[in-house]
């Protein structure tokens, strides 16, 4: 089968080759996809650069892609719950990362049916943003009706699935992005809506419940300044919390080296008794068949900006490199040219 494979770190026009491989076989637990759509994800941008090879080493070559939307083709002797045939999308786990291929296996777990109203390439572009924010918003902050909350970079992949996300739980939604997408995002359902450009949130805002910070450096520490006492931050990309280092299986030296870096979030959330948490998405079958459900009932509506054929896959990856994605960015296998 043809896969797109990182074959060194580096840039995406260097790094990045299609290969011929052997079709997987599914182990017990798992089954094989036959691929339909993949959607791109900054973090796949992020390890193909060396991000994070600090903490964990790729062994090249190594597939691409963590989103999947398709038909399950084979069916591993222990799965129940799935069958040959079924529709099915998932947000892979690590182990078998590698999307942006024809085939992939996938851990019975990590499934869930694909929501019938939408096609392949709409929920391709679902389950890592829709987990992340599920896990952030609702897992971690407890976001619930009438807070109002602040989800800084509405247009992209995971602000325009938040935003909705947080509006279906009753939530005051107040959002930032640039000029010439504030009537799109007011459209997905923000209540209030800041055009970076011209206007400094930081001016205009405070008593905020829960602040989602997608944008990090100091984005984070500035959540502090927003959020009222005993409010929650959480972030998808500022400095790693104790709690979350732990869970990630870092030794003591590691998280103690973290904990001095993030020192200045940690006096600021003290100041305020304010909750901070750092997410790092995971895998989930069940919490994605929840999220299935309110696609199914038209609850939160897919936000695509562009489709690529699997031949375009690496102009897919460098369009989102652009950080100016509205919504997400998915590879069609049945696609032809970018539309
Ligand atoms: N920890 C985790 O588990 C996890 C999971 C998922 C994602 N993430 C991380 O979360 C971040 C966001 O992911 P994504 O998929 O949403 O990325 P994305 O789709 O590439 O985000 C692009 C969007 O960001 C907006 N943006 C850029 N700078 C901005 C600013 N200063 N203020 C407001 N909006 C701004 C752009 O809008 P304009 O064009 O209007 O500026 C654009 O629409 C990435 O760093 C990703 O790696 C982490």
């Known amino acids: 089968m043809k896969a797109l494979k990182m074959i060194q770190y580096g840039d995406i026009e260097t790094s990045l080759n299609f290969q011929q491989e052997d079709k997987p076989e599914p182990a017990a637990h798992e089954v094989l996809i036959k691929v339909h759509a993949a959607s791109v994800n900054p973090i796949d941008n992020k390890i193909l650069r060396g991000d994070f090879k600090a903490f964990s080493k790729v062994n090249f070559p190594a ?133 970076y450009k011209k206007e400094n949130y930081l001016d205009m805002l405070s008593g905020i419940d829960v602040v989602f910070d997608t944008l990090g450096g100091q984005y984070t520490l500035d959540a502090f300044k927003v959020i009222k006492d005993g409010g929650r931050v959480v972030s998808i990309t500022g400095e790693l919390d104790p709690q979350t280092a732990k869970e990630m299986g870092l030794n003591w030296l590691i998280r103690k080296l973290l904990g001095f870096k993030s020192r200045a979030i940690t006096k600021a959330a003290k100041q305020k008794a304010a909750l901070y948490r750092m997410v790092l998405m995971k895998a989930d079958g069940l919490q994605l068949g929840a999220l299935s459900q309110l696609y199914q009932d038209e609850i939160i509506n897919p936000v695509m900006d562009r489709t690529y054929s699997f031949e375009q896959s690496k102009e897919a990856f460098a369009y989102l490199a652009t950080g100016r994605a509205k919504g997400k960015v998915v590879i069609s296998m049945q696609t032809e040219s970018a539309n």
């Open 63 to 195: 597939g691409i892609g963590r989103d999947v939307s398709g038909e399950v083709v084979a069916v591993g002797h222990a799965v129940a719950g799935f069958k040959k045939g079924d529709q099915v999308f998932s947000r892979v786990g690590e182990e078998h990362v590698g999307t942006v291929a024809e085939f992939v296996t996938v851990d019975a777990d990590h499934l869930a049916k694909k929501p019938e109203n939408l096609s392949h390439q709409d929920a391709a572009g679902i389950p890592l943003v829709g987990l992340t924010s599920y896990q952030a918003l609702i897992k971690i902050a407890k976001l619930k009706e009438g807070d109002k909350i602040l989800i800084h970079a509405g247009s992209g992949g995971i602000g325009s699935m938040a935003i909705q996300l947080a509006k279906s739980y009753g939530a005051y939604v107040i959002t930032t992005t640039s000029t010439e997408n504030v009537q799109w995002v007011k459209a997905l359902g923000a209540d209030q809506v800041i055009d």
